[in-house]
């Protein structure tokens, strides 16, 4: 939906279970299209569009493509924005490190987010830019060597130059978000501005870089590294790094008490990843791989001076004591947003975890859930004058 300042407001559908087209549309039909009765019942409503390589490639059949935009039309809808981080499927028994293949190194990558930024120019309304995000770079623990990554930068090039051409030719304003994340290439706002320099150096005195790569920012992802928006968005945008999305989401934050580890050790999956950035009063910090990873290691404390943060997206406006959610970093990020409305008019709300919440973070169902996140997000955004 559109705010104040041409700010526009989605939810990712990377929350519902769709590796097809056909999947992605019956989400589509069963779930968003409630939601927006809910939210959004008489203004045009945006949508964050989640499409696995599979049904980036249904769609783009012609008449598919055509019934899909009669489809927003009919119903007042319009998509912004697309999620090409996850490249399968991703709502499945066991998704893991298997999120980032194929990572950037591979011509795969570099195809299917090209093919995504050709579907959306088609998506797109007249007036409105448009951003698709994606994983940053690969997997540290994948070790990619010197060469993958300079075929990474490169890739990264050839997609932006595609981006170019397909903005010019439509009159589109596009631009790649890249989302960085615990434990991948790119998971600091300082690993990401080392990235911009050394692609500028390749590229020197070209445009097309600033215009049409960026970053992603997660409020999730960020807080769970225990930065700080007015440190790590604010050092982004002083370097010039284009703000292509931010993701309104919260991680887990907690104190390791016996009842805050049994709390955890109820949330470990097979499903997802969930790193874990743990910090010590003195501000030392340690990764771990995975949420039993920590559990494994790390001492219990009855009187805890330390704090774990969680990569696990929970609700932005539910939380399950004795765990708490890092949902203050998204409303620093609002606030600087409010002051700076020009940093990024893309905002998308992902909690993709439904599957494995646990019942008390759970509403009674999943459009109640989204709905309920949606009340969240309009009222923090009303109350720093960027809703009505």
């Not at 809910?38 to 019934?67: K, T």
């Not at 559990?295 to 708490?324: G, I, K």
Request: with cysteine; charged share 20%.
């Amino acid at each position: 939906m559109q705010l104040n300042h041409g700010l526009h407001l989605a939810y990712t559908t990377n929350v519902h279970r769709a590796e097809t087209w056909a999947e992605t549309f019956d989400a589509l039909n069963k779930h968003t299209l409630a939601i927006r009765h809910q939210v959004c019942p008489q203004f045009p409503y945006g949508i964050g569009l989640r499409l696995s390589n599979r049904a980036a490639h249904e769609l783009a059949e012609p008449d598919r493509l055509v019934e899909f935009q009669h489809w927003l039309y009919h119903n007042n809808s319009y998509v912004f924005t697309l999620n090409g981080f996850p490249y399968g499927q991703f709502q499945r028994d066991r998704v893991k490190e298997l999120a980032y293949r194929p990572d950037w190194a591979t011509p795969e990558r570099l195809n299917y987010t090209k093919l995504l930024f050709d579907l959306l120019a088609e998506l797109l309304p007249e007036g409105v830019a448009g951003s698709v995000s994606t994983l940053p770079g690969s997997f540290k623990e994948f070790h990619p060597h010197p060469d993958e990554v300079r075929m990474m930068r490169a890739n990264l090039w050839h997609c932006v130059e595609h981006i170019a051409r397909v903005s010019e030719q439509t009159g589109r304003q596009l631009h790649l978000g890249l989302e960085p994340e615990p434990l991948c290439l790119l998971e600091s706002s300082a690993e990401t501005i080392h990235l911009f320099d050394r692609l500028r150096a390749e590229h020197p005195h070209d445009p097309r870089l600033d215009l049409h790569l960026g970053v992603n920012y997660d409020t999730c992802h960020f807080a769970v590294e225990f930065e700080e928006p007015q440190n790590a968005l604010a050092c982004l945008v002083n370097h010039g790094v284009k703000i292509s999305k931010i993701h309104l989401s919260a991680a887990l934050k907690a104190y390791p008490t016996p009842a805050a580890r049994a709390a955890l050790r109820r949330l470990a999956n097979d499903t997802f990843l969930h790193q874990v950035v743990v910090r010590d009063p003195a501000g030392g910090r340690k990764i771990y791989r995975d949420l039993e990873d920590a559990l494994a290691t790390e001492p219990m404390e009855d009187d805890p001076q330390t704090e774990w943060r969680v990569h696990f997206h929970v609700p932005l406006h539910a939380t399950a004591p004795p765990l708490s959610n890092t949902n203050d970093h998204a409303l620093g990020v609002l606030d600087l947003l409010a002051e700076y409305p020009d940093i990024c008019s893309h905002l998308e709300m992902e909690t993709y975890a439904w599957d494995v919440l646990p019942p008390e973070l759970k509403a009674r169902d999943l459009t109640a859930q989204i709905t309920a996140e949606y009340g969240w997000a309009l009222a923090q955004l009303q109350a720093r004058g960027m809703a009505g």
